[in-house]
């Protein structure tokens, strides 16, 4: 079936330490996403990229990095300069061609011990 | 800055009654979406609205869409309880196509 897999579900992070969201789609989209909700609130842009190789910043890209090396995966790092990473992260992929629909992937749950 | 502005932010409703979501956006735009979110899941596509004057609807939900006045609409026919969940609007600008924009939701509770 097609679809966005993210992984892991739920992940815990110590202080200090980088941790790797991975995001994969075989939908064949070009444009991928990454947003961040925090409880109870609406979605927040974090990068997202329109093309292979290319990516954009979005509202709060401070504290996490991404690479689009390869269409189907688009994988967000959250590193130590995010002091306040706890949070449910979506990734979402785009149709760009006609009846333009946005699919997102289940989402995975980042928690700071 | 593009800015989207849903409300009510929070919507009690009772069974077989009808009821309208607001999205409004700040800046031009034709590509508006709507989705629904239950709690601690994903969110779920309900519609993609393509151009002014576009409505669509499905089953108790319907969305409009007119550009000109940057107003988005998503209406609920005789509600259920299954209707209960949170109501996302998001934007696609026309000056930086790619980069949506999230309404901060509308929590709708569906009571008997």
């Known amino acids: 079936d097609g679809g966005i897999t993210q992984s892991p579900k739920y992940l815990f992070r110590k202080e200090g330490q980088n941790v790797t969201l991975s995001c994969e789609q075989n939908l064949n989209h070009d444009a991928m996403y990454w947003y961040r909700q925090d409880p109870g609130q609406g979605l927040r842009l974090i990068y997202y990229?329109?093309?292979?190789?290319?990516?954009q910043k979005g509202d709060i890209a401070e504290g996490y990095s991404v690479s689009r090396e390869k269409k189907e995966s688009f994988p967000l790092t959250v590193t130590s300069a995010q002091k306040n990473p706890t949070a449910f992260y979506l990734c979402?992929?785009?149709?760009?061609?006609?009846?333009?629909?946005?699919?997102f992937g289940e989402g995975s749950w980042l928690t700071v011990v | 800055e593009l800015k989207v502005e849903q409300n009510p932010l929070f919507l009690s409703m009772q069974e077989g009654k009808n009821y309208t979501i607001y999205c409004n956006y700040s800046t031009t735009s034709d590509r508006l979406y709507w989705y629904r979110q239950d709690p601690g899941k994903s969110l779920e596509s309900l519609f993609v609205l393509l151009s002014n004057g576009a409505v669509k609807q499905e089953g108790r939900l319907m969305a409009s869409l007119d550009t000109k006045a940057r107003l988005s609409t998503l209406h609920i026919t005789a509600a259920v309880h299954d209707l209960s969940a949170t109501y996302f609007c998001?934007?696609?600008?026309?000056?930086?196509?790619?980069?949506?924009?999230f309404g901060a939701g509308t929590q709708v509770v569906v009571t008997p």
């Open positions: 979402a992929s785009l149709n760009t061609g006609t009846g333009n629909t946005i699919y």
């Open positions: 990229s329109q093309i292979v190789n290319d990516f």
């Open positions: 998001a934007v696609d600008p026309t000056d930086s196509w790619g980069k949506l924009q």
